[in-house]
Antibody
Framework: EVHLVESGGGLVKPGGSLRLSCAASGFTFSDYSMNWVRQAPGKGLEWVSYISTSSSHTYYADSLKGRFTISRDNVKNFLFLQMNSLRAEDTGVYYC????????????WGQGALVTVSS | SSELTQDPAVSVALGQTVRITCQGDSLSSYYASWYQQKPGQAPLLVVYGKNIRPSGMPDRFSGSSSGNTASLTITGALAEDEADYYCNSRDTSGNHWVFGGGTKLTVL
């Protein structure tokens, strides 16, 4: 059974940094691209970032302006999101999601990690 | 980048059929996916591609598309279908992903 479990969320001051992790199990992690998606309190889903199977391709939402970095460890089966220069508007639940094959879709999601940016 | 537009709210009588739509330029090139999200839960994939349901998803959920509009149809809505529904696809560049703003479905 596919499992995605996020960790690393918490309370951080504006300008601070946080690193989210997503532990993957139940499938061959290295065979799948991955995404991060976030959701501000009471708001809709917002795509954050994508990483290909071998990390050769990474993409980010334009709104992030280079503050976030996605990475993965295909040996330990982890996905990461390094978040720097955090702002209040980055507050929300961050989900990792697996990218299924063709046609592309997000077929499995973790339960999410809450990030709160506040002084 | 591109945007996907959804109606903010839709209601349906119990047992009736409802259609939730999603419009965007990218949908003329890429299939939409539909996700159901209930309060306090992670999104759940409902339909994707050319009307493909994940294993275990009831067949009352179906998807369709025409031009730059994708639709999710629930035939015989149940009380448990009350949730937020989001559409999603690649954007026009193919490198980014985009979500619609979500549709809150109320089952009356």
């Amino acid at each position: 059974e596919v499992h995605l479990v996020e960790s690393g969320g918490g309370l951080v001051k504006p300008g601070g940094s946080l690193r989210l992790s997503c532990a993957a199990s139940g499938f061959t992690f290295s065979d799948y691209s991955m995404n991060w998606v976030r959701q501000a309190p009471g708001k809709g889903l917002e795509w954050v970032s994508y990483i290909s199977t071998s990390s050769s391709h990474t993409y980010y939402a334009d709104s992030l302006k280079g503050r976030f970095t996605i990475s993965r460890d295909n040996v330990k089966n982890f996905l990461f999101l390094q978040m720097n220069s955090l702002r209040a508007e980055d507050t929300g639940v961050y989900y990792c999601a697996r990218v299924a094959g063709l046609p592309s879709t997000l077929d499995y999601w973790g339960q999410g990690a809450l990030v709160t940016v506040s002084s | 980048s591109s945007e996907l537009t959804q109606d903010p709210a839709v209601s349906v009588a119990l047992g009736q059929t409802v259609r939730i739509t999603c419009q965007g330029d990218s949908l003329s090139s890429y299939y939409a996916s539909w996700y159901q999200q209930k309060p306090g839960q992670a999104p759940l994939l409902v339909v994707y591609g050319k009307n493909i349901r994940p294993s275990g998803m009831p067949d009352r959920f179906s998807g369709s598309s025409s031009g730059n509009t994708a639709s999710l149809t629930i035939t015989g809505a149940l009380a448990e279908d009350e949730a937020d529904y989001y559409c999603n696809s690649r954007d026009t560049s193919g490198n980014h992903w985009v979500f619609g703003g979500g549709t809150k479905l109320t089952v009356l």
